[in-house]
């Protein structure tokens, strides 16, 4: 029962910005590790940006400087600001959620596109 909806995925310019957000309910959001993930036609599944339970952020080396993740655990909602978007960026982005005492579980919202194309 636990779901994840995401949106702020779209069209954007290369150089232009995006915020994509994931709205998490049917459980206590504060427990749970929060992630990013995209995946490129043709290419492997990668990990943008993660948050943890703690607020301890990790990002994927293509991310650093350019995007930021956040949560807002009042809201039950996981942030990512994309700012200076390459048209490299252009992925399905993947929500993710990791239960830190249920470890072995694992939520994922639908996905968002984002296309970054002049």
């Known amino acids: 029962q636990v779901q994840l909806v995401e949106s702020g995925g779209g069209l954007v310019q290369p150089g232009g910005s995006l915020r994509l957000s994931c709205t998490v309910s049917?459980?206590?959001?504060?427990?749970?590790?929060m992630a990013w993930y995209r995946q490129a036609p043709e290419k492997q599944r990668e990990l943008v940006a993660s948050i943890t339970t703690g607020g301890r952020t990790n990002y994927g080396d293509f991310a650093k400087g350019r995007f930021t993740i956040s949560r807002d655990n009042a809201k039950n909602t996981m942030y990512l600001q994309m700012n200076s978007l390459k048209p490299e960026d252009t992925a399905v982005y993947l929500c993710n959620a990791h239960n830190s005492i249920v470890t072995t579980r694992s939520d994922w919202g639908q996905g968002t596109q984002v296309t970054v194309s002049s």
């Open positions: 049917g459980s206590i959001f504060a427990l749970y590790h």
